[in-house]
Structure formats: C-alpha cells, structure tokens
C-alpha cells in the first residue's frame, strides 16, 4: 500500500526528487521539442510568442504532483526546482534563467495550499486551482519583464496573458487533478 508521508523522510526525499527528474526529462525532451516546432511554424503569423504562453501550464506541473506525493510545505518548490536543475542540465534552451523560474513556479503553486497543512494532504479542487493561478500570473510577469513582452502590441499582450492563464488552470490546474483523482482511484493512498 502507498502511503503519502507529510514529513520529510528519505522516502519522502526520493520521491520528490525523481518526480523533479522525471519531470525535468519530460520538459526538455516532450514539451520543448513541441514548443520549439509549434512557435517555428507560427513565426511568419506574428502570433509565435503566444506559443509561449500557451505552454506555460506545462511547465509548471511538478509542483502540484510533488505536493501532492509529499503533503507538506516546501515539497512542490523543490520539485519544481529539480525539474528546471535536470532541464538545464540536459540541454533545456533557458540555461541558468530556468532556475529561477523553477523556485518561482513552485513557490507559487504553493500558494493555494499553504499554510495549512491540511490542504495539503486534502490536494482539493481549489487548493490545485489557486495554485495554478499564482504560478501562471508569476511566469506571465517574469517572462513580460525578462523577455521584454513589452514591446508587442496591446492585443498580443491581452492575448498572451489570457492563453497564460488558461495553460495554467488547464494544465497545471484540471489535468494534473484528474491524474491524481485516477491515481487515487487506483491505488487508494493513505496520508501519514
């Protein structure tokens, strides 16, 4: 049987790390091999930096699955801190900026559970939403000031915030719920 252990332990510190290695692997050669083609073909549309956005949820899903594996503070930062390590490490084309946005993104998808340890180990609808929600708005304002978003028109930059948004809750929000609902279902995980 699977346990969900709340407390920092060696398996707690293992499973952390390989959901950031997996999920590191998964970033540089699953999601960024389709970004890098998807923005490619766009280029001559003008529309290539909302592929940008409309990515962004991907890239933030580590956190949730570490919290959720690990209920408790701290885990979905480091989760996603690892991921953005094994990235970089591997190849991934934002080299050192992706640390940065690793701490930020799990950071901030603890925001919708913290400080409460009970919503962490509850894992809820709303708890993965709001989370999803502060991840993508903090992505939305790192890449705006490190990119230089700025300088694209009003619509572009409306456009590019709202596709941001939508990534987040749909990616990172709904889809990784729905994984863990079925994974529940399967293996019926006790918290300890």
């Known amino acids: 049987m699977f346990t969900r252990s709340s407390k920092w332990n060696v398996k707690s510190i293992i499973l952390v790390a390989l ?21 490619m073909a766009l280029i001559p549309t003008g529309f290539a930096p909302v592929v940008d956005t409309v990515f962004t949820g991907l890239w933030l899903m580590a956190a949730p699955l570490a919290i959720y594996f690990v209920p ?20 991934g084309q934002w080299g050192a900026t992706t640390i ?38 903090g992505c939305f304002i790192l890449s705006y000031v490190l990119y230089g978003w700025a300088k694209f028109s009003l619509v572009l930059q409306i456009t590019m915030f709202i596709t941001n948004l939508i990534s987040a809750v749909v990616f990172d929000g709904i889809l990784v719920k729905l994984i863990i609902n ?6 019926k995980p006790k918290i300890s």
Do not use: C, D, H
């Open 182 to 187: 079925m994974f529940e279902r399967a293996v």
């Open 100 to 137: 940065i946005s690793g701490i930020l993104q799990g950071a901030l998808n603890e925001i919708g559970f913290f400080p409460k340890k009970e919503r962490y180990q509850k894992f809820s609808w709303a708890s993965v939403i709001t989370g999803a929600i502060f991840a993508g708005l």
């Open 19 to 39: 959901i950031g290695i997996i999920m590191g692997v998964i970033y540089t050669y699953g999601f960024n091999w389709a970004y890098n083609l998807i923005k």
């Open 72 to 91: 408790t503070a701290g885990s979905g930062t480091i989760g996603e801190l690892l991921a953005a390590v094994v990235e970089m490490a591997i190849g």
